[in-house]
């Protein structure tokens, strides 16, 4: 459900305080609200996250070859982990939408979400303060693509005591290139899901989302 827009809850949460308060209400706008929506802002950063996150990719990695760089951008910056970050930070509770709007913001919803704050933060306060937001927000999700945190283990140390599991889709997509998903349930209940081009790193990415959700409702 959608709360009353907090300009200051919403700059806390991001690390960014905007000039043009206006434009900061624009990135959480819905096309169901007004024509005047994120969508165009959505546009700018989907470009502006695939650029900040190859250059943190090539600077930190020199060695690796540009086919595994590719692979670890996809897993970085495709919809599931950005929508699990907004998730994660409680920003979807913000987003303006149609008073008979009601259902629950879809995955690309809330993935749109984080690419239009990135790119209003680009406009407002420039490539620097855009760079510090998108590296910031996704640093743990950066790191799990390179293998650097273990999550799944992590998680199993959290949830000592309780029943933690694992549970695989099927592989969605073509051969060459599968989407592999992997819910996680504590004492049976669903608590996130992870998308990504490999098991491993959906698990990772599923573990991460547990963790953070975890971490919020403590």
Known sequence: MTNAFDTAEIERIIGYTFQDKELLKKAFTHASAC??????????GDSLLNFIVSQELYTRY??????????????????????EVVEA????????????D????????????FESIAAAILLDGGMEQAKAFVLGMLRETIDAAAGRVDYKSRLNEV?????LEFRKHDPAGKPHDPVHTVDVYIDGQFVSRGTAGSLSEA?????RAALLRLERTR
Request: net charge positive; hydrophobic share 35%; proline share 6%.
């Open 35 to 44: 024509p005047d929506n994120y969508q165009r802002l959505e546009f700018l």
């Open 62 to 83: 020199p060695e690796l070859p540009e086919g595994v760089l590719t692979e670890r951008r996809k897993a970085i910056v495709s919809k599931a982990p950005l929508g």
């Open 89 to 100: 930070h409680g920003l979807e509770k913000f987003v303006i939408r149609d008073k008979h």
């Open 102 to 113: 009601k259902g629950a913001l879809s995955v690309k919803n809330k993935s749109d979400i």
């Open 159 to 163: 949830c000592a005591g309780g029943v």
């Open 203 to 207: 698990g990772q990415f599923a573990a």
